[in-house]
């Protein structure tokens, strides 16, 4: 599958990524705004999972930033949708044929920790994924990597310091923490946010944390930003909504784009 895959999208562009992105709910944009050499629609892409989420468009870019060669999923797929954790990991291998060695993933989530405030930025330093089934499960390609990956550094302590050191020169506030990955489509409730904060959550959402997985498994270097796009159930004081987490990737969508264009220009 990932061979007739890879085979469409050579016919499409010969471009080798050095650097794979995923955009987030409401943060695509950033895709329209790069030097654009060729894009791809998931639909015409062989046994390909495609996007059914709200603002996720459903395309690979491919293109430049900051003189670096990049692709970028303007979209991601979800447990939510339908789609098993191997069909998430799909597109995560795929880039990694078409030559990329670093992954750099985005997401808005729901802040848990009492630091944090909508509109925030925060550097994913570790993941908790045990509440949805890994994307490792079954037989294992060792093509793509070993049986048995080693997750003690999901999120790459050189990129993080290069995310933090352009954040702070390009006069960005910036924070970090542990990510919760749950199902959804459903937002949590209070008890179970208490639960994730009970278990060291910073902020919670539902992706990333399987694509993480996916990524060291293949051999990506990873690194991770969550948009705190709203407080989690019972820590804000009204009901969460979907509109309430576009508004605020739209707030923060000038501040979001530069720090991923600067943080790839230093990666």
């Known amino acids: 599958m990932l061979q007739k895959q890879l085979d469409y999208i050579r016919e499409k562009t010969d471009i ?14 950033l895709a329209n705004e790069i030097d654009v050499k060729c894009t791809v629609d998931y639909s015409d892409i062989p046994d390909f999972p495609v ?11 491919f293109g430049k930033i900051k003189n670096k060669n990049v692709v970028i999923m303007q979209g991601r797929v979800h447990l939510y949708e339908g ?3 191997q069909q998430i990991a ?5 880039m990694r044929k078409l030559g ?10 729901g802040g848990i920790n009492s630091t944090l405030d909508v509109g925030d930025f925060m550097v994913i330093d570790d993941h908790i994924s045990c509440f949805v089934e890994s994307p490792l499960v079954g037989k294992n390609d060792d093509t793509i990597g070993v049986r048995f990956p080693d997750m003690s550094e999901v999120y790459s302590k050189r990129l993080n310091g290069i995310i933090f050191k352009t954040a702070e020169k390009e006069n960005i506030n910036i924070k970090s923490g542990t990510y919760l990955q749950l199902r959804g489509p459903n937002f949590e409730t209070p008890a179970e946010i208490k639960m994730a904060k009970l278990i060291g959550a910073d902020a919670v959402g539902m992706s990333t944390a399987i694509e993480a997985q996916t990524g060291v498994h293949c051999g990506f270097e990873v690194c991770a930003v969550s948009v705190i796009s709203n407080l989690a159930c019972g820590i804000g004081k009204k009901p969460i909504t979907s509109d309430e987490v576009r508004e605020t990737a739209d707030k923060v969508a000038p501040d979001f784009k530069k ?9």
């Open 100 to 109: 990329a060695e670093i992954l750099f993933l985005t997401n808005a989530s």
């Open 51 to 61: 996007s059914t989420a709200p603002g996720h468009q459903g395309r690979f870019v």
């Open 90 to 94: 799909n597109p995560i291998r795929l």
């Open 259 to 267: 720090l991923i264009k600067e943080s790839i220009g230093n990666f």
């Open 16 to 29: 080798a990524p050095e650097i794979a992105i995923i955009l987030g709910s409401g943060l695509g944009g």
């Open 83 to 85: 789609y098993t954790p």
